[in-house]
């Protein structure tokens, strides 16, 4: 029930209710006053039109304009639609008081104190004041609900961007991956000089894109895309080919200069080498495919490993703590504009990530 509340913002209703109500009590007199307007008088169709209309024009406000225009950066537009809708629903209100008047068997004098000419007064005095009022505070609590939760958004994110520099300085620069890579390297020169000097020359732009050129909280798409090929093709190196069926493409048909968070993809990469089968006597095998254009990047995974029990289980345990981590990541900087799905079968381990611009 509570949830269901929450869900559709039910809680709105008694927040409405009781702010005109406030503004009834603190114009007319007493609660028995304004239960008898309200039920009793035929002056009250107006009140009504200002709860309905103010309230209509409020949601417009919060839930069109403000994502539509203001977050967007079209604050002129958002502007003026916002003093436009302003004005439309304080013609709808003022029409309340000569709609009231029409079903009533009492002047528009007798009703409201004026003359049925007074359209002026009505509109400029009362009505569009209140509108105003009440289109204000709208637009505070929205935009004050919004700041904070940016701000808490931002010190998780500070928080937790500081937790995965650290991470991944120490997992990706340490001396075990600097070790196997160069050792790698070293064991190539004799066999195939030019790979060698490639692969040393991926393993140096590696290095100065960790070091040097990932500090922003998102980086271009295209460099982090030739940061996996590097990393990619240094993994290779110490793959057994004639035992490992390795296939990796990228698909990139962006027309617009994207942004990445960086390091976001290498945790799923760096899974599938780390613990891709490589027994003699079954299939084993890495595929992974990267697709992206203007709407979104979508990573899809898949890896052999061994089937035992033991090893089956530290697999799925270890690959669902980085994925646990990785999430979380995730979570904070994309929201939901990401889907991540993975499943652990019998002999294969599969990813799927798909994040929207």
């Known amino acids: 029930m509570k949830n269901f509340f929450l869900r559709y ?19 007319i007199g007493s609660f028995k006053e304004v239960y008898t307007y309200l039920f009793y008088s035929d002056a009250s169709v107006k009140f009504y039109f200002y709860v309905v209309f103010q309230t209509l024009g409020v949601y417009f406000n919060l839930y069109y304009l403000i994502p539509k225009l203001l977050y967007v950066g079209r604050n002129i537009a958002f502007i003026f639609s916002v003093i436009a809708t302003t004005l439309l629903c304080t013609v709808c209100i003022t029409c309340g008081y000569y709609l009231a008047a029409y079903f009533s068997d009492q002047t528009f004098m007798e009703l409201f104190g004026v003359g049925v000419g007074e359209y002026p ?9 209140s509108s105003a009022a009440v289109m204000t505070l709208g637009m505070s609590v929205k935009l004050a609900k919004n700041w904070l939760n940016a701000e808490q958004k931002r010190k998780m994110l500070e928080k937790e961007n500081l937790e995965t520099e650290l991470k991944y300085l120490k997992s990706q620069i340490n001396p075990h991956f600097l070790f196997n890579t160069i050792n790698s390297i070293f064991a190539l020169i004799p066999k195939n000089p ?77 899974n599938a080498f780390k613990h891709v089968s490589k027994g003699k006597g079954q299939k084993n095998f890495i595929r992974m495919n990267l697709k992206a254009n203007d709407k979104a990047l979508e990573l899809k995974i898949e890896n052999s490993y061994t089937a035992s029990a033991q090893q089956s289980q530290d697999v799925s345990q270890s690959s669902g703590i980085g994925l646990k981590n990785v999430n979380r990541r995730l979570n904070l900087i994309y929201g939901p504009k990401h889907l991540l799905t993975h499943r652990s079968l019998k002999n294969k381990f599969s990813v799927i990530l798909k994040i929207e611009w």
Not at 121 to 129: G, V
Not at 234 to 244: A, C, N, S
């Open 9 to 27: 913002k039910l809680y709105h209703i008694p927040f409405w209710l009781a702010y005109h109500l406030v503004w009834l009590i603190l114009n």
């Open 121 to 129: 007064k009505i509109f400029f005095t009362w009505a569009l004041p």
């Open 194 to 270: 030019d790979l060698a000097s490639e692969s040393l020359a991926n393993f140096s732009n590696m290095l100065r894109y960790q070091l040097y050129e990932c500090n922003d909280e998102k980086i271009e798409l295209a460099k982090e895309l030739q940061f996996i090929e590097n990393f990619i093709d240094l993994e290779k190196l110490r793959l057994d080919h004639g035992h490992t069926e390795m296939h990796f493409s990228i698909e990139n048909s962006t027309t617009k200069k994207q942004t990445l968070a960086p390091f976001i993809l290498i945790p799923f990469i760096e």
